[in-house]
């Protein structure tokens, strides 16, 4: 009889094996009770025959119950059916993904002061210039306050009304713009600055949503951020 040993999980055969193991088959303990017994009539050539008749009884029949029982419990392993495996496996975790580094902020760390900050200066001016045109597109569709004079009441409601849109929208336009156009630049040309200047506790700067937050709340955001840039800028030597 050939046994299935190749390829045969061991650690999910035993536990099936155990659970069909008879630890108490009538059998198998009156089998050994009457191997201790002959053992003891067995006068001159008993196993254990210096012990006294209970003694020998007691291990010759602890002893045959634990060779039966093992020889029992190999032959369970080798022809138990094993269960197949009827999940997916479980892949390794991806390996974590290294963060990847502005090129901005790579050459930013090598070029010399002078051109740090000018180059700072440029962008300060650009943001200005960027929320300069961005309000004045928006003022350029607003009626003058004579104009709304001449509406009536019901009118003047729809204008404001077209008006809070107009605003909004020109809000979320120039959001993405300077977060698309201007607010990495400004986070590396911030953060290269301070390390040149030696700036470490970065709580005692002061608190500007454009650049810690790209949140364009008060009245000149972009204009604040690119002031505090222009005055990084001027104290690098």
Same mark, same amino acid.
């Given at each position: 009889?050939?046994?299935?040993?190749?390829?045969?999980?061991?650690?999910?055969?035993?536990?099936?094996?155990?659970?069909?193991?008879?630890?108490?088959?009538?059998?198998?303990?009156?089998?050994?009770?009457?191997?201790?017994?002959?053992?003891?009539?067995?006068?001159?050539?008993?196993?254990?025959?210096?012990?006294?008749?209970?003694?020998?009884?007691?291990?010759?029949?602890?002893?045959?119950?634990?060779?039966?029982?093992?020889?029992?419990?190999?032959?369970?392993?080798?022809?138990?059916?094993?269960?197949?495996?009827?999940?997916?496996?479980?892949?390794?975790?991806?390996?974590?993904?290294?963060?990847?580094?502005?090129?901005?902020?790579?050459?930013?760390?090598?070029?010399?002061?002078?051109?740090?900050?000018?180059?700072?200066?440029?962008?300060? =001016?650009?943001?200005?210039?960027? $929320?300069?045109?961005?309000?004045?597109?928006?003022? /350029? @569709?607003? &009626?003058?306050? *004579?104009? #709304? =004079?001449?509406?009536?009441?019901? $009118?003047?409601?729809?204008?404001?009304?077209?008006? /809070? @849109?107009? &605003?909004?929208? *020109?809000? #979320?336009?120039?959001?993405?713009?300077?977060?698309?156009?201007?607010?990495?630049?400004?986070?590396?040309?911030?953060?290269?600055? *301070?390390?040149?200047?030696?700036?470490?506790?970065?709580?005692?700067?002061?608190?500007?949503?454009?650049?810690?937050?790209?949140?364009?709340?008060?009245?000149?955001?972009?204009?604040?951020?690119?002031?505090?840039?222009?005055?990084?800028?001027?104290?690098?030597?």
């Amino acid at each position: 009889m050939s046994l299935p040993l190749r390829n045969r999980n061991w650690r999910r055969v035993s536990p099936l094996a155990w659970q069909q193991l008879p630890l108490l088959q009538p059998t198998k303990v009156a089998g050994c009770v009457v191997i201790s017994v002959l053992n003891v009539l067995w006068t001159g050539h008993g196993v254990f025959r210096s012990w006294p008749a209970g003694a020998r009884v007691t291990g010759l029949l602890a002893l045959s119950y634990l060779v039966v029982t093992a020889a029992e419990f190999f032959w369970l392993l080798l022809t138990v059916p094993q269960p197949v495996d009827m999940g997916f496996r479980e892949e390794a975790p991806a390996p974590p993904i290294a963060p990847e580094i502005d090129p901005l902020v790579e050459q930013l760390r090598v070029v010399p002061a002078p051109v740090l900050k000018e180059g700072t200066l440029q962008l300060a =001016e650009a943001m200005r210039t960027f $929320e300069a045109g961005s309000d004045g597109a928006y003022v /350029s @569709t607003l &009626l003058s306050p *004579r104009a #709304l =004079e001449t509406l009536s009441e019901e $009118e003047r409601d729809k204008e404001l009304d077209r008006e /809070s @849109t107009v &605003l909004i929208q *020109r809000h #979320l336009t120039t959001w993405r713009a300077y977060r698309d156009r201007f607010y990495g630049p400004a986070i590396a040309f911030r953060n290269e600055l *301070r390390k040149r200047l030696g700036i470490r506790n970065s709580q005692r700067e002061p608190k500007l949503p454009a650049l810690d937050q790209a949140a364009l709340t008060g009245a000149k955001p972009i204009t604040e951020a690119a002031d505090h840039l222009t005055e990084l800028a001027n104290r690098l030597r």
